[in-house]
């Protein structure tokens, strides 16, 4: 059995009716009765002197611990009293108290990490020496009342001498408490993880949430922003929405940023940058809050979260909003159609600009075919390009482009010469764009674009010209391109192409020369990549890079200068090809122009049949005009026959050679007697003495055969073809 540490007595004195003891002073006497005295220095004498003798042993005895810990907590509380808060906060240390007993001392910034239904352990003497007062600052009052009272008028409150020192009491008050928590802090283990199960442990988490969380207000509240930073930045069990106020209300922006971002408030903490921002908040410390605002956005994958403020950032720097919004899973291909659309409309409200770039990273990057899409982003192109007709320079400027090509000898397209011959500008950009989406989109209303481009029909025969082909108008299309424009170039590859003026690769070329290769890329089915791949490859055909692509004007080979060759273009239609070149030939003979007919003629004769062309020609042009283009079809039509002759003689030779072995192996097999049947009776079948005349077969095959000899003899009689071509 432990042996009590408690003292024993050894002299009894036994009584008639008793038996009383003589022992010596406890601890815990003398120290009340020093305490009852007010003679609070030398109970902490006595009690200091008691620890150092406890900490001189291998062992203390567990009693003796506690029973100092009992009179340290009596001497903490009466110097609480007494408002002696450094002596105070030093015993209650030392006396191992709950630090939340303490902290109910005051309200403030004990807030709602407890409650008045919440208990803790205290030892029953000690709670008798516990002031009555609710608060630090009732004790304070108190004393102020007991020493000072009447003294000082009006009154304790309101008199300036103890005004000043209530100040200076509560300041040390929570100096004292901040001194505890700080010492209570150091000294502590790790906190055990919440789910470990046991309930010494989740009061120990408790605990520390109270120190820490109380201990982060009054380092906020004491401006020492250093400390709280070091308290945030290690572990802590800080209860955000205790602290988050005061963090507020002081302006320590830097330190609930960090708060938020530690315990990951996105949210919030998006929230407070915002703030910052917008002037709401200030604090100095927070450097560049928009840029921490995009670097959050950017590192998370909270698609509500990043739309939301990017349309928030969209008012204020457009670009950064835009890189969220494209960025990672911002920009899932996954996404609705409806969710895009609504997201557009945000946009739009926020920020015009931002809205526009959103729509053409929808039709562009990520690829939407959804007509909506497509329409408005046709009725931004228009736009575009009709604010800009409204500047009269711009008009002036495109008028001038166009009557420069029309009354030059260039075998550029009008598209090439303006692209690479107009100085870059945002209306030469706005033009440029329009005109790679109305050609190369397929989900647009062409109709309406048409009809509010009509007005300006003078000035953008171009973009009137491709509406039409799209909408099935090719007699108009080519007359807009021959006599609006003077564009051959471009008439005749709108027949190559079947109804389209701009090709994939003259897009391609254009779009790497002009820095639109996104443009070029999306609305003629090639990627960036494989665009600068063609570019290259259409250079090295072009004997580097002097062709049409060049420059306006330029006499090259290049692709967006001439007519791309027909055979080039599998997928267009050989009718409708056709088709088209004799509406082209038709406007050309309607305008006279014999020179651009017979360059046509020559060089699309292999889709063109005489028999059609001749009709058309008026009476009044000369031969020459169609001399080549006879010569050439008369003299294809005649190797066409001739290659028909070749070929035919060529199979009956073929077919003669089978028979001839299939003679022999006919002959060997001998002859096929065919009997009649027992049903077909008397009358039927063959009769009895018919029979297969094996002889007669073979001379009929030998008569086949010389028939045969006789021809190919004839066959081989032909025309020389080269005597005809001569």
């Given at each position: 059995m432990r042996r009590t540490a408690f003292p024993r007595s050894s002299v009894l004195i036994l009584g008639q009716s008793s038996v009383q003891s003589l022992l010596p002073s406890t601890l815990i006497t003398q120290i009340e009765s020093l305490l009852d005295v007010h003679r609070i220095q030398d109970a902490l004498g006595l009690a200091d002197q008691q620890r150092r003798k406890l900490e001189g042993q291998l062992h203390a005895d567990a009693d003796e611990t506690e029973e100092l810990a009992y009179v340290y907590q009596c001497i903490g509380f009466k110097c609480l009293s007494e408002t002696l808060f450094a002596d105070a906060g030093q015993a209650l240390y030392t006396g191992k108290l709950d630090p939340r007993v303490l902290i109910s001392y005051f309200p403030d910034l004990r807030g709602a990490l407890f409650g008045e239904d919440d208990a803790a352990d205290v030892y029953a003497g000690v709670a008798e020496h516990m002031p009555p007062e609710a608060s630090v600052d009732d004790i304070i009052a108190a004393n102020l009342v007991r020493n000072y009272s009447p003294h000082l008028p009006p009154n304790t409150r309101e008199a300036k001498p103890t005004v000043e020192l209530r100040k200076i009491l509560l300041g040390d008050a929570h100096a004292m408490l901040e001194t505890f928590l700080r010492r209570l802090r150091a000294g502590r283990p790790p906190s055990p993880p919440q789910d470990a199960g046991g309930k010494g442990k989740a009061k120990a988490i408790d605990v520390h949430r109270v120190v820490d969380t109380v201990l982060a207000k009054l380092y906020a509240l004491n401006g020492k922003p250093g400390d709280l930073a070091q308290l945030l930045q290690s572990q802590n069990d800080v209860v955000l929405p205790e602290l988050e106020p005061i963090l507020e209300r002081t302006g320590q922006l830097a330190a609930l940023c960090a708060l938020y971002k530690q315990r990951g408030e996105d949210a919030k903490l998006l929230e407070a940058y915002s703030k910052i921002v917008e002037g709401t908040w200030t604090d100095p410390s927070v450097r560049d809050p928009l840029g921490r605002m995009v670097e959050v956005l950017t590192s998370k994958r909270d698609r509500a979260l990043n739309q939301r403020w990017a349309i928030w950032l969209s008012k204020r720097d457009p670009k950064r909003a835009m890189k969220i919004l494209t960025s990672r899973d911002s920009s899932k291909k996954g996404s609705k159609v409806e969710d895009d659309l609504a997201m557009l409309e945000q946009l739009r409200e926020a920020n015009p600009v931002a809205a526009a770039q959103f729509l053409e990273h929808l039709i562009m990057q990520k690829r939407s075919t959804d007509k909506t899409l497509h329409n408005q982003l046709a009725t931004t192109c228009i736009d575009d390009v009709l604010q800009h007709l409204a500047d009269e320079s711009v008009l002036k400027l495109w008028r001038a482009k166009a009557s420069s090509y029309a009354?030059?000898?260039?075998?550029?397209?009008?598209?090439?010469?303006?692209?690479?011959?107009?100085?870059?500008?945002?209306?030469?950009r706005a033009r440029l764009k329009a005109i790679l989406f109305l050609q190369g989109s397929a989900h647009y209303d062409v109709a309406a674009a048409r009809q509010r481009l009509a007005e300006h029909a003078k000035v953008l025969p171009l973009e009137m010209a491709i509406l039409d082909g799209k909408l099935g108008n090719h007699r108009d299309a080519l007359a807009t391109l021959v006599r609006a424009l003077k564009d051959g170039v471009s008439a005749e590859a709108y027949c190559t192409l079947g109804g389209h003026i701009v090709s994939p690769r003259a897009a391609l070329v254009l779009g790497e020369k002009v820095d639109l290769l996104a443009w070029a890329g999306a609305f003629f089915g090639e990627a960036p990549a494989v665009a600068a791949s063609a570019v290259a490859m259409t250079r090295s055909r072009s004997g580097g890079g002097s062709g049409n692509a060049g420059g306006g004007g330029g006499r090259g080979a290049g692709v967006v200068g001439g007519v791309v060759p027909l055979e080039r273009e599998k997928s267009v239609d050989k009718g409708l090809k056709q088709r088209l070149l004799r509406l082209l030939l038709e406007v050309y003979m309607e305008d006279g122009e014999s020179a651009r007919t017979a360059k046509l003629l020559n060089s699309q004769a292999a889709n063109l049949d005489v028999v059609d062309i001749v009709p058309l020609v008026p009476p009044d042009w000369p031969l020459d005009v169609l001399s080549s283009f006879l010569a050439r079809s008369f003299r294809r039509t005649l190797h066409a026959r001739h290659e028909a002759q070749i070929v035919k003689a060529v199979s009956s030779g073929q077919n003669l050679r089978v028979a001839d072995d299939a003679w022999f192996v006919l002959r060997?097999?001998?002859?096929?007697?065919?009997?009649?049947?027992?049903?077909?009776?008397?009358?039927?079948?063959?009769?009895?003495?018919?029979?297969f005349d094996e002889k007669a077969g073979m001379a009929e095959k030998v008569a086949v055969h010389l028939q045969a000899q006789a021809q190919a003899q004839a066959q081989a009689e032909a025309v020389d073809i080269n005597a005809h071509e001569r």
């Amino acid at each position: 059995m432990r042996r009590t540490a408690f003292p024993r007595s050894s002299v009894l004195i036994l009584g008639q009716s008793s038996v009383q003891s003589l022992l010596p002073s406890t601890l815990i006497t003398q120290i009340e009765s020093l305490l009852d005295v007010h003679r609070i220095q030398d109970a902490l004498g006595l009690a200091d002197q008691q620890r150092r003798k406890l900490e001189g042993q291998l062992h203390a005895d567990a009693d003796e611990t506690e029973e100092l810990a009992y009179v340290y907590q009596c001497i903490g509380f009466k110097c609480l009293s007494e408002t002696l808060f450094a002596d105070a906060g030093q015993a209650l240390y030392t006396g191992k108290l709950d630090p939340r007993v303490l902290i109910s001392y005051f309200p403030d910034l004990r807030g709602a990490l407890f409650g008045e239904d919440d208990a803790a352990d205290v030892y029953a003497g000690v709670a008798e020496h516990m002031p009555p007062e609710a608060s630090v600052d009732d004790i304070i009052a108190a004393n102020l009342v007991r020493n000072y009272s009447p003294h000082l008028p009006p009154n304790t409150r309101e008199a300036k001498p103890t005004v000043e020192l209530r100040k200076i009491l509560l300041g040390d008050a929570h100096a004292m408490l901040e001194t505890f928590l700080r010492r209570l802090r150091a000294g502590r283990p790790p906190s055990p993880p919440q789910d470990a199960g046991g309930k010494g442990k989740a009061k120990a988490i408790d605990v520390h949430r109270v120190v820490d969380t109380v201990l982060a207000k009054l380092y906020a509240l004491n401006g020492k922003p250093g400390d709280l930073a070091q308290l945030l930045q290690s572990q802590n069990d800080v209860v955000l929405p205790e602290l988050e106020p005061i963090l507020e209300r002081t302006g320590q922006l830097a330190a609930l940023c960090a708060l938020y971002k530690q315990r990951g408030e996105d949210a919030k903490l998006l929230e407070a940058y915002s703030k910052i921002v917008e002037g709401t908040w200030t604090d100095p410390s927070v450097r560049d809050p928009l840029g921490r605002m995009v670097e959050v956005l950017t590192s998370k994958r909270d698609r509500a979260l990043n739309q939301r403020w990017a349309i928030w950032l969209s008012k204020r720097d457009p670009k950064r909003a835009m890189k969220i919004l494209t960025s990672r899973d911002s920009s899932k291909k996954g996404s609705k159609v409806e969710d895009d659309l609504a997201m557009l409309e945000q946009l739009r409200e926020a920020n015009p600009v931002a809205a526009a770039q959103f729509l053409e990273h929808l039709i562009m990057q990520k690829r939407s075919t959804d007509k909506t899409l497509h329409n408005q982003l046709a009725t931004t192109c228009i736009d575009d390009v009709l604010q800009h007709l409204a500047d009269e320079s711009v008009l002036k400027l495109w008028r001038a482009k166009a009557s420069s090509y029309a009354s030059s000898t260039s075998i550029s397209s009008f598209l090439s010469y303006f692209a690479f011959t107009t100085p870059d500008s945002p209306s030469k950009r706005a033009r440029l764009k329009a005109i790679l989406f109305l050609q190369g989109s397929a989900h647009y209303d062409v109709a309406a674009a048409r009809q509010r481009l009509a007005e300006h029909a003078k000035v953008l025969p171009l973009e009137m010209a491709i509406l039409d082909g799209k909408l099935g108008n090719h007699r108009d299309a080519l007359a807009t391109l021959v006599r609006a424009l003077k564009d051959g170039v471009s008439a005749e590859a709108y027949c190559t192409l079947g109804g389209h003026i701009v090709s994939p690769r003259a897009a391609l070329v254009l779009g790497e020369k002009v820095d639109l290769l996104a443009w070029a890329g999306a609305f003629f089915g090639e990627a960036p990549a494989v665009a600068a791949s063609a570019v290259a490859m259409t250079r090295s055909r072009s004997g580097g890079g002097s062709g049409n692509a060049g420059g306006g004007g330029g006499r090259g080979a290049g692709v967006v200068g001439g007519v791309v060759p027909l055979e080039r273009e599998k997928s267009v239609d050989k009718g409708l090809k056709q088709r088209l070149l004799r509406l082209l030939l038709e406007v050309y003979m309607e305008d006279g122009e014999s020179a651009r007919t017979a360059k046509l003629l020559n060089s699309q004769a292999a889709n063109l049949d005489v028999v059609d062309i001749v009709p058309l020609v008026p009476p009044d042009w000369p031969l020459d005009v169609l001399s080549s283009f006879l010569a050439r079809s008369f003299r294809r039509t005649l190797h066409a026959r001739h290659e028909a002759q070749i070929v035919k003689a060529v199979s009956s030779g073929q077919n003669l050679r089978v028979a001839d072995d299939a003679w022999f192996v006919l002959r060997e097999a001998g002859a096929l007697v065919e009997e009649a049947t027992e049903d077909d009776g008397e009358g039927g079948g063959a009769s009895a003495g018919q029979s297969f005349d094996e002889k007669a077969g073979m001379a009929e095959k030998v008569a086949v055969h010389l028939q045969a000899q006789a021809q190919a003899q004839a066959q081989a009689e032909a025309v020389d073809i080269n005597a005809h071509e001569r």
